[in-house]
């Protein structure tokens, strides 16, 4: 059974940076769509960021430009760095998995995400 266990959540303040790690179980997810979800009290889960199994990044327009993913393969983590960040930021993150397009990221619907982390509070202050 493949798990993903984040870490790396804090508070910053607004302006800081954080660096979120995904530790991934089992190597087969390599060939599986990896992301970051983000969910704020009162709001929906929303979709970061996408990577495809061949490397493949898409990023949403609200973080473009200030996130980045990566993923050391040695390591089998998936990393989410954080920059520039704002309040709005604020929110529980999770690291996701998905199987169901094989290696392509062609939904931003958490509902085709079929493994997934406990999650890693991000609390940025203004």
């Known amino acids: 059974q493949v798990t993903l266990v984040e870490s790396g959540g804090g508070s910053v303040q607004a302006g800081g940076s954080l660096r979120l790690s995904c530790a991934v179980s089992?190597?087969?997810?390599?060939?599986?769509?990896m992301a970051w979800f983000r969910q704020a009290p009162g709001k929906e889960r929303e979709g970061v960021g996408l990577?495809?199994?061949?490397?493949?990044?898409i990023y949403a327009g609200s973080v473009k430009g200030r996130f980045t993913i990566s993923k050391d393969n040695a390591k089998d983590t998936l990393y989410l760095q954080m920059n520039s960040l704002k309040p709005e930021d604020t929110a529980m993150y999770y690291c996701?998995?998905?199987?169901?397009?094989?290696?392509?990221?062609?939904?931003?619907?958490?509902?085709?995400?079929?493994?997934w982390g406990q999650g890693t509070q991000v609390t940025i202050s203004s």
């Open positions: 089992d190597r087969t997810t390599r060939n599986y769509c």
């Open positions: 996701a998995a998905s199987w169901r397009y094989g290696g392509r990221c062609l939904s931003w619907g958490s509902a085709d995400f079929g493994i």
């Open positions: 990577m495809y199994s061949d490397g493949t990044i």
